[in-house]
């Protein structure tokens, strides 16, 4: 009989020997910690955009710029100047309306000077938009100037629309420099 209570006990001892490893829960944070890694490069490239990109938007500055009186001397140059001429596009909640800037200050009233392009279905028309611009510029004879244009949005478009809008005017190859207008209208 002392036999089979040695073998018992052994055998007792084994289980709580086999049963009692540290080794489990590090190895389980370990690898947690690396599947959620993984999970979260991967939802990240899943969700990113095919393209994406910083639209380049010029701020209108003085065209007089201070005069610099360090060691340097450096003397600023406008790129472009805005005049009455420049070509200018307000997006609205319906449409885009466009026109020179002299348009939109001093004719205001003169619906003559102002060009309307509806929306469709809610979505800026934007290849319509370049193409009526496309043929409003020849006719004026806008098109051997300083490729400027001045894009005023209401307050009431959202800032991805923006920026979709620009981009897509800078494509046409119409313009250059797309100079973001606020607090105009």
Not at 10 to 32: E, G
Not at 49 to 61: C, D, M, N, Q, T
Not at 139 to 152: A, N, Q, R, T, Y
Request: hydrophobic fraction near 50%.
């Amino acid at each position: 009989m002392t036999a089979s209570t040695t073998l018992l006990l052994k055998i007792s001892r084994t289980k709580k020997r086999l049963s009692s490893n540290t080794w489990y829960l590090p190895i389980i944070i370990v690898a947690s910690a690396g599947l959620m890694i993984y999970l979260s490069y991967t939802l990240r490239a899943i969700s990113m955009a095919g393209r994406y990109a910083l639209i380049e938007a010029e701020i209108p500055v003085l065209p007089m710029p201070p005069s610099d009186d360090t060691l340097s001397h450096f003397q600023e140059k406008p790129a472009a100047t805005i005049d009455a001429r420049i070509p200018l596009v307000l997006l609205t909640r319906d449409a885009f309306i466009f026109g020179t800037a002299q348009a939109f200050a001093i004719d205001l009233t003169n619906v003559r000077s102002k060009f309307y392009v509806p929306h469709v279905e809610g979505a800026p028309n934007l290849p319509r938009l370049a193409f009526e611009m496309t043929k409003w510029m020849d006719m004026e004879g806008l098109d051997k100037g300083p490729k400027v244009l001045l894009f005023v949005p209401t307050e009431e478009i959202p800032m991805p629309i923006i920026i979709q809008c620009m981009a897509a005017l800078k494509d046409t190859g119409l313009f250059e420099k797309v100079v973001l207008g606020g607090g105009l209208i």
